[in-house]
């Protein structure tokens, strides 16, 4: 007796948050960095993950992962491809895109049951290890055929090579309706938001989900150069340019729920050019420029006792520096002082500030010196884009495997000094004079088994 057999839907049942959680699984981020950006608990998102697992019948985050790849979680506003994340490359050497490999014998499980989608999801992984083991050898092999570099060839950043590099990340979105230089803003949901800079026309907000820029409420003290983040569900400003020209103390507000602006603790001192990270539930500050000079100073700031307190000092002063948090760590990058542009880069550890430890640590040095950069984090991968130099600035990743710069693709409308880079999903985002989109994760395809 002969039978036909499908593949039938799998019914999965799948609530929003918890697709939402789901495609943050598949971009390897843990439950403590998902709790993070979703403002839930990690206890949470185990729940969450346990429903997860049992309705789509896997039992690992690997399975949920190639689960979330092969039907389609990951999809994106931008053009859909099928490779691996660009921002993985093997130790030392750049990366490869590797080549799909054919499908393996038919299975023949009971049509529909858990066992025949048990059965998919391990021959989607045995894919997969083939998959790898085809990019180890063909790494290899360009390795050992590679002549050496000379001594004149530098040593940090280098560009990936025209084979790994993928066509058409960049995308051009709407341009915001008041261009903005030394900007600041924030991730909230789907909205990309701008809330201080030089020729801002009040606050705006760009809709990922209706595709359109949109007014916010102004913020009761106009600056520049200012810092902002996301803690909890609301983005903190902190210092700034302000319209006389001098830095401000100011610390004001936004809850994106209510389009609403209130004020805070003044930071320690007036300053811009300062940089803000948000982490582990406090704001964190280092640096700026007072009126006079670059400073050293490094504050962390307490939403609940709506307080600031002194922390270690940075090892040099240093102004208009760009930073963002990567896997417990903040990474400070660039900026100015007394001694002019810098390279240096710095790793501070929150954890460490403490009497008798060593909380600051010397990073990879930029390959040249930069400031009035951005900087922001995806996937435990950061990002720096534009800065002041006398030659066109390419844009950065920070490969912490290997502990080094390496360029990517520069975007259409070059970044220049002062832009605004925000990260969101799978893409980063550029905003300044115009509105860009850069694909910096892809979604890995699986044939499907029969």
Known sequence: MQYNHTIMPE?????EREREILRLVATGASNKEI??????????????????????????????????????LLASPAPQMAVIPAAEPAPATPPVVAHAEPALPPLSPIPGSPLARRGMLRAAEVLLLIALLVVVVVVTWAALSTPPATA????????????????????????????????????????????????LDGC???????????????????VSHAGAALLGEKIYVAGGRAQDGAPTAALEVYDPRTDTWQPRAALPAALEGAALVSMEGRLYLFGGWDGQQAVAGVYAYAPDLDRWEARSSLPQPRAYAAAASVDGKVILAGGQNADGTLSSVLHYFPTRDAPGSTSWQDGTPLPEPRAHASAAS??????????????????????????????????????????????????????????????AIYNLSFPVIR
Not at 11 to 15: G, K, N
Not at 46 to 63: P, Q, Y
Not at 204 to 222: E, M
Request: glycine fraction near 6%.
């Open 35 to 72: 709790a993070a950006r979703l403002v839930i608990s990690p206890n949470t998102v185990k729940v969450h993950l346990r429903n997860i697992f049992a309705k789509v019948g896997v039992a690992s985050r690997t399975e949920a992962t190639l689960y979330a790849l092969r039907t389609g």
């Open 11 to 15: 019914e999965t049942e799948l609530s």
């Open 152 to 199: 004149s060839e530098p040593p940090a950043a280098t560009a990936l090579p025209a084979a790994a590099r993928l066509p058409e990340r960049w995308s051009m979105l709407p341009a915001p309706p008041v261009a903005a230089r030394a900007a600041a803003g924030a991730v909230y949901e789907n909205r990309l938001y701008i809330l201080s800079g030089e020729g």
């Open 378 to 439: 995806l996937a435990g991968v950061l990002y720096l884009v534009g800065g002041e130099a006398n030659a066109p600035l390419a844009p950065l990743e920070y490969l912490q495997q290997t502990s080094e710069w390496v360029s990517f693709e520069a975007p259409p409308q070059p970044a220049g000094s002062l832009p605004l880079l925000l990260a969101l999903n799978t893409h980063l985002y550029l905003l300044g004079e115009q509105a860009q989109a850069y694909q």
């Open 204 to 222: 705006w907000y760009y809709d990922l989900v209706g595709n359109a820029w949109k007014r916010a409420a102004p913020k009761p003290t106009p």
